[in-house]
């Protein structure tokens, strides 16, 4: 099914890269390049499902969580840390923060979609 | 997937990172260096760290991995950022720079050299460099320092978070610093409020303002803030590169069910209890003074970059579309003449429509070329670590101070001009400004200092390298020139004596010193700068300093000119450069014995420019009464052209004559009519120099006219 | 005679000895040729702006679809008896060293395929272009061609096209 991804991470080839597997599957992708960025276009657009990076300028992939988890309409959205793989501190923050899951850095693109497919079901 | 579709771009993103660590490393200052700075080397650093990774370059990510570490250590104050220690970080910088260069030049790695690099930055993140004491050379900050404030906006009970203007609350917030944590409050315990952490260079009042103006006054409450609201991410482990994960670990999901009410109160109440009163404090506190500037980097107008809303366009579309927009312009004049021949031109419609797309087609090549514009802070911010190296290698103390790099010039123009600047630069550090030493003996500062300035001057932009140094020496240049075989007459002035120096092959240095190269230096910066339509000119006081001046026109591409008749040949002049036309009456032309002609304008008398050996055509100048005289003013000096005929002002696309041919004397370029022909574009300075060259003064010219 | 861009790379067969393609062109009397893949396209003369201060054989610059580009009289400067501009007068613009300069010819004569064979070395004697530019004569059908390095010619200091500043 078709779905509206946001994607938040400062680097834009990670931005193209991402936007590149999303597409293919069929899926629209709006991307931001921080923090507030991506807050901003959570708030003026009805997205689906949010993956973002977690160090990033303006505000990090972290208080972006928490941000959208304060709005009621993102309590129930899927959103996706990008994290590296032993990052254990971050997962439990993520956790804490409320994020749905967590996505490893390098990403493998049919991952990427299955996770995307699992969590907006 | 294959990545190499993207490598363009991390090599880019790389780029840019490197040159925003490097800006940030040369400001900051050791005794106790901006958080908001640290904390974007650290990302920067972490940006590159995470994406080289992605592509393989595993030794990159291990240099990057360690410079994290260092940061980390300066954030605790475990470690000082002396000179020292910023100079091994910018060595690192550059060495990644070099491998990126390797990288994409042969896709080549010096595996021996960053590792070089990585034991120089380990060694250091062992080192015990924590110590006080006197930093010497320090890097001063320029903008403010960054505090931390608590802002609690209380939501009245039974309305929801959702009736804030969220979104200009956070575009106020962004545009004041950086948010670095959220907490909601849903009123378990008291009002619901919603809790932001804010780090700022902005003062508490300028903050409260802000926010109150947005939200009213009783709903929001700023407050100083001292610790991190979360502790800072430790830099992480550098993951091993292997192939994308496709095992289990992929990606994780926090519990399967999606949070639920339940949870997230849960979830926040937990950060609740954490979070805010954190007891991490640092001890650091914020001042409110600024520093006084000592070192290497000081602006002195101070300018905060916020982010503003862009995206990332290629180049080659953006000239593209210039090239589009100029074609246009021939387009438009094209129909402008083919209207007014037809003698359609009666018809008032068809005149008010060609009006009407020659205005529309003149925005739309102003607006695209302004797309190109960039601010010459660009290359300003390069000169602070070229000085830096510079000088420490002279063994001289300079400071270099910048003033009006918000001043914007088109793309090209600014590449174009990275050269030169930067050897003028060298030049002022390397025959300048004279040793600590020599200085103090002469009654000067030890410290020397290179001012690099922008403003906008008629019509054009001027931009100055001054030096506080020893000046030119004119006798040296004198008998360098005469060594050389160039032309050196008995009273000279300084001026003329000064341009000497940009003669090719010109060197008065003894010794080829290693730093600014031979004697390549000035005749390639003038030439240089010729090239972008410009004009190098020397100011120099012995013993005082010298102040190079480049004027540059704004725009390569686009010029308003006037097109003439002279001798039958049609040529345009720059409107910029025109004070008035006038129709000379009989007696307003006189002669004079020791020079030209010069016409009456008003009170004074301006010298007829004789075109004919300047520009090898039989102008108006024998019978200037019957035709035109055009004012002009260039570099101070006004003069008059007579031309036959004036044909009309029109915008014209400026064309490179140079692409395929040698430069013209006399001539600035080309550019296609309407009648698909072309025409020659005046370069009004250099025929001013040439025409008035063998003058005396200006005053003579006048006291004689006037006798008559 | 309309404006023909000739495209240099054409299909080949199978040749038996290797073959360069030249464009002939006649200046006065004699026939000139040079390696085609140098010749951007022909022009009819027409529209020429004189630059001020240029030697007689540099006659102007004219506007090849928004470039600029200087067009040499080669007849004038080596000398000729006559340049005369007439119906079939043309100018070969030529890419040469990343620049584009056009070169009048009375004539367009053919476009000739030389195999090494039918190459001779140069004369001894002079011709009427300074022999250090002719790479060889030509020999097809009858017809001599005077081979011409363009490259060398055009980019020389003696015709002084490139570079060098002048002051006025």
């Known amino acids: 099914m078709r779905k509206l991804v946001l994607t938040v991470d400062d680097s834009a080839a990670i931005r193209e890269m991402l936007a590149y597997v999303l597409k293919s599957a069929g899926h629209r992708v709006i991307e931001a390049e921080d923090g507030m960025d991506g807050l901003q276009k959570a708030l003026s657009n009805k997205v689906d499902l949010v993956i973002t990076d977690q160090s990033m300028p303006k505000m990090d992939g972290i208080t972006l969580v928490k941000a959208l988890r304060a709005l009621p309409q993102y309590k129930k959205i899927p959103i996706l840390l990008l994290t590296t793989e032993s990052a254990d501190d971050m997962k439990d923050e993520g956790r804490s923060a409320g994020a749905t899951g967590w996505l490893v850095k390098p990403f493998d693109p049919t991952k990427l979609i299955e996770v995307v497919e699992k969590v907006t079901r | 997937m294959d990545l190499t579709r993207f490598l363009p771009m991390f090599f880019q993103e790389t780029e840019e990172h490197l040159a925003a660590m490097e800006g940030h490393l040369l400001r900051l200052d050791p005794r106790s260096p901006d958080p908001e700075a640290l904390h974007s080397i650290f990302r920067a650093a972490h940006s590159v760290k995470g994406n080289s990774t992605i592509f393989g370059a595993k030794p990159l990510a291990d240099v990057m991995h360690q410079m994290e570490s260092i940061l980390d250590h300066i954030r605790n104050e475990e470690l000082h950022p002396t000179n020292n220690v910023v100079s091994i970080l910018l060595d690192a910088c550059d060495a990644v720079r070099e491998e990126l260069r390797r990288l994409k030049d042969s896709g080549e790695t010096d595996q021996a050299a960053l590792q070089a690099v990585y034991e120089r ?588 | 005679m309309q404006n023909r861009a000739l495209n240099p790379s054409r299909a080949r067969g199978t040749v038996a000895a290797p073959m360069r393609e030249y464009l002939a062109f006649r200046l006065g009397d004699e026939d000139y040729a040079i390696d085609i893949l140098k010749v951007q396209e022909i022009r009819v003369f027409e529209a020429v702006t004189k630059l001020p201060g240029a030697p007689e054989y540099i006659k102007g610059v004219i506007n090849l679809r928004g470039l600029i580009a200087p067009v040499i009289d080669l007849r004038i400067k080596f000398g000729f008896k006559e340049a005369a501009y007439g119906r079939f007068t043309v100018v070969i613009v030529l890419h040469v060293h990343e620049r584009l300069v056009a070169v009048v010819a009375d004539a367009v004569v053919d476009v000739v395929a030389l195999t090494e064979d039918e190459v001779k070395p140069p004369p001894e004697f002079a011709t009427s272009v300074n022999v250090e530019y002719v790479m060889g004569l030509g020999a097809k059908d009858d017809h001599m061609l005077i081979l011409l390095d363009i490259e060398k010619l055009i980019s020389s200091q003696e015709l002084g096209i490139f570079d060098a500043e002048a002051a006025l």
Do not use: C
């Open chain 2, 121 to 708: 930055l380990t060694r250091l993140t062992q080192a015990d460099a924590a110590l006080p004491g006197a930093p010497h050379d320090a890097a001063a900050p320029s903008t403010r320092r960054s505090e931390r404030f608590r802002v609690e906006i209380q939501l009245p009970a039974g309305q929801g978070i959702a009736t804030l203007p969220l979104a200009e609350l956070y575009a106020e917030l962004g545009a004041l610093g950086r948010v670095e944590d959220v907490q909601a409050s849903d009123g378990a315990k008291g009002a619901p409020a919603l809790f932001l952490f804010l780090l700022t260079p902005e003062r508490h009042e300028v903050v409260r303002a802000k926010l109150v103006s947005l939200l009213g006054t009783d709903s929001v409450r700023v407050e100083r803030h001292d610790a991190p609201p979360r502790p800072a991410v430790p830099a992480e482990d550098t993951p091993p590169v292997r192939p994308p994960s496709t095992g289990a670990t992929a990606f994780g999901l926090f519990g399967e069910e999606q949070s639920t009410m339940g949870a997230l109160i849960r979830s926040s109440g937990s950060v609740m209890q954490t979070g805010v009163l954190d007891a991490r404090i640092t001890g650091r506190r914020a001042t409110d003074q600024d520093l006084s500037p000592s070192g290497f980097g000081r602006r002195a107008t101070d300018r905060m970059y916020f982010d503003r809303s862009s995206i990332r366009v290629d180049v080659d579309k953006v000239d593209r579309l210039l090239n589009l927009a100029g074609e246009l312009v021939i387009a438009q004049s094209m129909l402008a003449e083919a209207a007014q021949r037809s003698g359609a031109a009666q018809d008032a419609g068809l005149r008010d429509s060609v009006a009407y797309v020659a205005r529309q087609t003149r925005e739309l090549q102003e607006a695209v070329m302004a797309i190109r514009l960039l601010p010459l802070d660009y290359l300003f911010s390069r000169m602070p670590r070229l000085v830096r190296d510079l000088a420490q290698k002279l063994a001289k103390d300079v400071e270099l101070v910048t003033q009006g790099g918000e001043t914007e010039l088109d793309k090209e123009v600014i590449e174009k001009l990275a050269d030169p600047l930067m050897h003028l630069v060298r030049n002022s550090l390397d025959h300048g400004i004279e040793p600590p030493a020599v200085r103090e003996a002469a009654g000067k500062s030890r410290r020397g200092t290179i001012q690099m300035r922008a403003s906008h001057h008629g019509g054009g932009i001027l931009v100055e390298v001054q030096d506080d140094g020893g000046g030119f020496d004119r006798d040296k240049i004198l008998r360098k020139a005469e060594e050389r075989g160039l032309q050196v007459q008995p009273g000279m002035s300084d001026e003329e004596v000064w341009q000497l120096a940009f003669a090719p092959g010109f060197t008065t240095v003894d010794a080829v010193s290693d730093v600014s190269g031979r004697g390549v230096g000035m005749d390639v910066v003038k030439r240089n700068i010729r090239a972008l339509s410009g004009h190098v000119d020397v100011r120099s006081s012995r013993g005082e300093g010298t102040t190079i001046a480049i004027r540059l026109p704004l725009t390569l591409a686009i010029l308003d000119g006037m097109n003439v008749e002279i001798g039958g040949e049609s040529f345009i002049v720059p409107l910029s450069v025109i004070s008035e036309a006038l129709v000379p009456q009989p007696g307003q032309i006189k002669s004079i014995t020791s020079g030209p002609q010069v016409v009456q304008v008003r009170e004074s008398y301006v010298p007829l420019l004789d075109l004919e050996p300047l520009l090898h055509i039989r102008g108006g100048a024998a019978r200037p009464e019957a035709g035109i005289a055009i004012v002009v003013e260039a570099d101070g000096r006004r003069a008059a052209l007579a031309v036959d005929r004036l044909l009309g002002q029109q915008q014209v696309v400026i064309k490179s004559l140079e692409a395929n041919f040698r430069p013209v004397p006399g001539i600035a370029g080309a550019t296609v009519l309407g009648n698909g022909r072309v025409a020659l574009i005046l370069d009004v300075n250099a025929l001013i120099r040439a025409g008035l060259a063998p003058l005396k003064g200006m005053e003579n010219l006048e006291a004689e006219a006037h006798e008559r």
